[in-house]
């Protein structure tokens, strides 16, 4: 009864660095997406992959690349960590694009 | 350019009251809005939702109110319990994208 996992939970980075975001669910969803949330500004839309071998830029693309790897699976990844990445991510999954969405516990990033 | 927005960021009310949480959006091409709740360190979780073509929908305590000419949702709890303590974010999307839009979220507190 895990629905969608993400790891790491916390994760500190030095400005640069470069590291990815797992996540998976197991639910059998075909939609899935990444967000961030940052204070006084609710959830943005990173990137979605409405099914499996496609992906679509979010509201927040800038700095970051999905894959989704199979159907269980959709990474996010940083290639050079900047201090305006910090925040906390979130994973989620959906059955389609017009059912509601079903979040992770999210990641806490830092970048120093 | 916030699409939709909860302009109280914080509400308090007293257990057995009713709360009323509000939020507003300026696209008129949404279809489709849904509330979520979201305790501390987890991530947010599906409460009630409503589509355009209705002006209320209603699920136990929970009841979602649109208008679509004011541009306005409102949802209701009652009554309010403790356990209802939680930040709430309105979110919007339109057509089969699956993008979710989010308000920056109101902090309701229920005291005993």
């Known amino acids: 009864n895990a629905g969608v996992t993400q790891t790491p939970k916390f994760q500190v980075l030095k400005t640069g660095q470069s590291m990815t975001l797992q996540c998976a669910q197991d639910m059998n969803h075909n939609s899935m997406y990444w967000y961030r949330q940052d204070p006084g500004m609710g959830l943005r839309l990173i990137y979605y992959s409405a099914s499996e071998g496609t992906t679509d830029k979010g509201e927040v693309p800038n700095g970051y690349n999905v894959s989704r790897l199979n159907k269980r699976e959709f990474s996010l990844r940083l290639e050079s960590a900047a201090p305006s990445q910090t925040s906390v991510y979130f994973c989620a999954s959906s059955e389609s694009r017009i059912t509601e969405a079903f979040f992770g516990q999210g990641t806490r990033l830092t970048v120093v | 350019d916030q699409q939709v927005k909860q302009n109280s960021p914080s509400l308090s009310v007293q257990e057995g009251r009713i709360s009323i949480l509000n939020c507003d959006y300026t696209?008129?091409?949404?279809?489709?809005f849904l509330w979520y709740k979201k305790y501390p360190a987890e991530g947010p979780t599906f409460l009630i939702s409503?589509?355009?073509?209705?002006d209320k929908n209603e699920d136990g305590r929970f009841t979602v109110f649109l208008n679509k000419s004011a541009k306005h949702l409102s949802l209701h709890i009652v009554p309010s319990q403790p356990g209802d303590s939680a930040v709430y974010f309105c979110?919007?999307?339109?057509?089969?994208?699956?993008?979710?839009?989010f308000g920056q979220g109101t902090t309701l507190q229920v005291k005993p």
């Open positions: 696209n008129s091409m949404f279809d489709y």
């Open positions: 979110a919007a999307t339109r057509g089969n994208t699956g993008k979710l839009i």
């Open positions: 409503i589509s355009s073509i209705k």
